[in-house]
């Protein structure tokens, strides 16, 4: 394995219960509190790990550093080498459900298991298109327009609509960050592709994915079901965008509880709800 082109650097990560550890990766332009809601349930039996990638929430960003996928992988690696942690039960929202996917194939013995929420086996055109009018949105029209289509983009409808106070408040706070990181990072993804590279991995895999995702669209989350070598469980949530964990925080928690009790008995996962 090629080594980054930047040197690991130090993450900042919320570290919590004991256990066997789950290690939770945020997607692109967020941070590791898109994982709130899980964390203090699953900390309970598992010592859970949420970090924040480099140039994202509190980690540090190295000059010279592109957000590649082998930059931020061995960032995570150094995290869990530094807490004494030898494999994880891993998860990924988005970009982060990218990097695991990648990661599982490149070192599947650092897993217990892999969960993919929003992920894909590839970023295609669709994907590409709604990351780069982000960033042109935020370049030619600001941080307001940017985030009214991020917005849209990301959750359901149905969700907007309930939680307009919340999302004037996530407004306020993410009106001061700091871009450079995300952009970097969106334009590093446009190239992921694991199409025929996936025979060989032998993770168990759980999917988690919303049916009315409009960033990745769920026949992604089909096809890396039907990619797997011996296919994966796969759980569809209805009137869902892209933040599952976020938009149906409760039933994406009791997902995880299920998933992670089950491979650590021993047994394999029943068939989702």
């Known amino acids: 394995m090629a080594d980054p082109p930047v040197a690991p650097v130090p993450l900042h990560a919320r570290d919590e219960g004991e256990g066997p550890a789950v290690l939770l990766i945020h997607g692109l332009g967020a941070d590791h509190t898109v994982w709130n809601a899980q964390i203090g349930p699953l900390a309970k039996r598992y010592r859970v790990l949420a970090p924040d990638l480099r140039g994202h929430g509190r980690s540090p960003m190295p000059p ?8 931020i992988i061995a ?15 891993v998860g990924g929202i988005s970009a982060g459900a990218f990097v695991a996917l990648r990661w599982a194939t490149q070192e599947p013995g650092r897993f217990r298991s892999l969960v993919l929420c929003g992920g894909a086996t590839h970023c295609d055109a669709h994907s590409r298109a709604v990351g780069r009018s982000w960033r042109e949105a935020y370049r030619s029209e600001g941080f307001d327009a940017c985030f009214l289509r991020l917005v849209k983009d ?12 919340s999302l004037d408040g996530m407004k306020s706070q993410w009106k001061g960050r700091d ?9 590093s993804i446009e190239s992921f592709d694991l199409r025929g590279r996936l025979s060989g991995m032998k993770v168990p895999t759980l999917i988690l994915h919303g049916l009315d995702d409009k960033v990745v669209d769920v026949s992604h989350a089909r096809l890396m079901r039907q990619s797997l070598p011996g296919g994966a469980q796969m759980r569809l949530f209805a009137l869902t965008g892209h933040m599952v964990p976020v938009e149906r925080p409760a039933e994406a928690t009791e997902a995880l509880e299920k998933w992670l009790a089950s491979r650590e008995s021993g047994a394999s996962a029943s068939p989702p709800p």
Do not use: C
Not at 64 to 71: D, H, I, K, R
Not at 75 to 89: Q, T, V, Y
């Open 64 to 71: 010279g550093s592109t957000l590649s996928f082998p930059e």
């Open 75 to 89: 960032d995570l690696r150094m995290l869990l080498d530094e807490r004494g942690i030898p494999d994880a039960h």
């Open 154 to 165: 990301v959750y359901a409808a149905e969700w907007i609509e309930a939680n307009l106070e």
């Open 179 to 187: 871009y450079a990181a995300a952009f970097l990072w969106g334009q």
